[in-house]
């Protein structure tokens, strides 16, 4: 077997065990500890805020690495998620190998492993988010055949103290360059610390959003990542957020993935990128177009997006960006490359495979298939969704298309291929449904439609009834219009939810 094709690999542990990270085993991870002088074990999971939590371990023997690999720790669930009481929430920690990564920033050699949740009798916990969308997978799997794969985009604002030199034009931020704007060697560093744990990763560039104001300069970027099983990419997102933050530290600034930071400027979002597989083939597409099983999967989605909201949109201050004429939706619909729709499948080099031997008169001209990079985007999460379960709803959308009657009759209902915040297409705009406007109104929507989600015992009631209740207590039902002309009161909201997700 050629090894060599781990020599390049970013992340340490799969260069030394000379195997890819699915194939990691507890005595690869002591091996790995044993031989590049690890101190320390570090347990990460997430919880109910989104959060990576820690767990800190000074490895103090063999026997003692052995027996924390081995058999996990207690963990307090009442403190971690308001879902669960505290008589009777003691949870275990157990560590999935696949996960571990070398910490990019510990000062003490140190090893990082992600963490599921069991219950007392040793179970999977039913209710972790991680192991929901699991379940969501696995009922998608079961029930229909067809598996998915997804990716995500971090979109987020560096805020610095100002900075007077080559100012970049308000809101004409995208894709530039140094020295207009600041932080690309920031966000070099985080994606260079990524790529160290294992995550894929697409590509990085600034975004739209710049502006200053009396003290502060605010830079938007993003950081893209590659399709992968669902519950890679999840992961991949969650460890991507803390290490972002982990490297704003270090350079002193603030990183926010808050959906608003102030009226009139570009918000943030957390995209979400799917494509349905079969047989480890990608079938987005057939002969070019969009296939009858992605419309099927699209239709299912629309048809709870309203719901998924209560897990992609979580704060009030979510719904300050989900407002017309922006490129963030508000309309339940799907298009090939509209911006203006919840769900839009962008260009996928259908018919544009010999562009490289035109651009390039010395490469001779081929035929390739690039279906593979087909996919399709889901546009209204922001940094605030709980990662797990949005992933998971959107896999209980796919499935639930499916099992749809006249699945495909929708999807046709509510595709558009025209811009329908436009004036002349205004009759359009009025025949789709809407997004919920505040977290009661998501809330709502998914307690109307709980039982889709309940279905082949994938989410538990007690999960959708506290995350309904906790967006039910932000009483935020009108608070965009009671707020929106008060600048002082809006930026209030901003900083509470400044570090959200």
């Not at 002088?37 to 989104?50: A, P, T």
């Not at 939590?53 to 490895?59: D, M, R, T, Y």
């Not at 349905?276 to 296939?291: A, I, R, W």
């Not at 025209?418 to 789709?432: C, P």
Request: net charge negative; with cysteine.
């Amino acid at each position: 077997m050629d090894n060599s094709i781990y020599n390049l690999n970013p992340n340490p542990l799969v260069r030394f065990l000379q195997k890819p990270a699915k194939d990691f085993t507890k005595t690869d991870i002591i091996h790995y500890i044993e031989n590049n002088d690890i101190k320390m074990v570090n347990f990460r999971y997430v919880g109910g805020d989104g959060r990576l939590k820690a767990l800190n371990f000074v490895i103090q023997s063999r026997e003692h690495l052995d027996t924390i690999l081995s058999t996990g720790e207690r963990v307090d669930g009442s403190s971690l998620f308001n879902f669960l009481e505290a008589g009777s929430s003691d949870l275990y920690v157990v560590p999935r190998f696949k996960t571990a990564f070398l910490n990019p920033f510990a000062e003490t050699p140190t090893l990082d492993i992600l963490c599921s949740y069991y219950d007392k009798d040793g179970n999977p916990l039913d209710s972790a988010p991680e192991n929901i969308m699991r379940k969501a997978h696995q009922a998608l799997v079961d029930k229909t055949g067809y598996s998915m794969e997804v990716m995500g985009e971090i979109e987020y604002y560096v805020i610095s103290e100002k900075d007077e030199l080559y100012k970049a034009t308000d809101q004409k931020g995208y894709h530039e360059s140094a020295p207009f704007v600041k932080w690309e060697q920031l966000r070099i560093d985080a994606m260079m610390a990524m790529a160290q744990t294992g995550a894929l990763l697409k590509y990085s560039h600034s975004e739209v959003g710049n502006f200053s104001d009396e003290e502060h300069e605010y830079e938007q970027n993003e950081v893209e990542f590659l399709p992968t099983n669902v519950e890679d990419a999840a992961d991949q997102l969650i460890i991507a957020k803390w290490i972002l933050r982990e490297v704003g530290y270090q350079y002193g600034v603030t990183i926010s993935y808050a959906p608003k930071i102030t009226a009139g400027k570009a918000g943030s979002g957390l995209h979400i990128h799917m494509r349905p597989m079969k047989d480890g083939k990608n079938v987005t597409l057939e002969n070019g177009k969009v296939s009858d099983i992605s419309r099927k999967v699209i239709a299912g989605i629309l048809d709870i997006a309203p719901a998924l909201s209560a897990f992609g949109n979580t704060i009030p201050t979510s719904y300050f960006r989900l407002v017309p004429h922006q490129e963030a939706p508000t309309n339940v619909c799907w298009g090939e490359r509209n911006r203006s729709a919840l769900i839009r499948v962008p260009l996928g080099w259908v018919g544009a495979s010999d562009m490289v031997a035109n651009a390039n008169p010395l490469e001779e001209p081929h035929d390739m298939d690039f279906s593979d990079k087909a996919t399709f985007e889901f546009r209204c999460p922001d940094g605030s969704a709980d990662i797990y379960l949005l992933i998971a709803g959107l896999c209980v959308g796919a499935r639930h298309g499916f099992e749809m009657p006249e699945g495909l009759e929708f999807a046709k209902k509510t595709y558009v291929d025209v811009n329908i915040f436009d004036e002349k297409h205004k009759a359009r705009q009025t025949e789709l449904a809407q997004l919920p406007y505040s977290c009661k109104t998501a809330a709502e929507y998914l307690l109307k439609q709980a039982e889709i989600f309940k279905q082949h015992d994938v989410f538990t009631d007690g999960l959708l009834q506290g995350t309904a209740q906790k967006l039910m207590d932000y009483d935020d039902e009108n608070l965009r219009e009671k707020i929106a002309p008060n600048k002082e009161e809006t930026m209030k909201l901003v900083r509470r939810f400044l570090h959200c997700g």
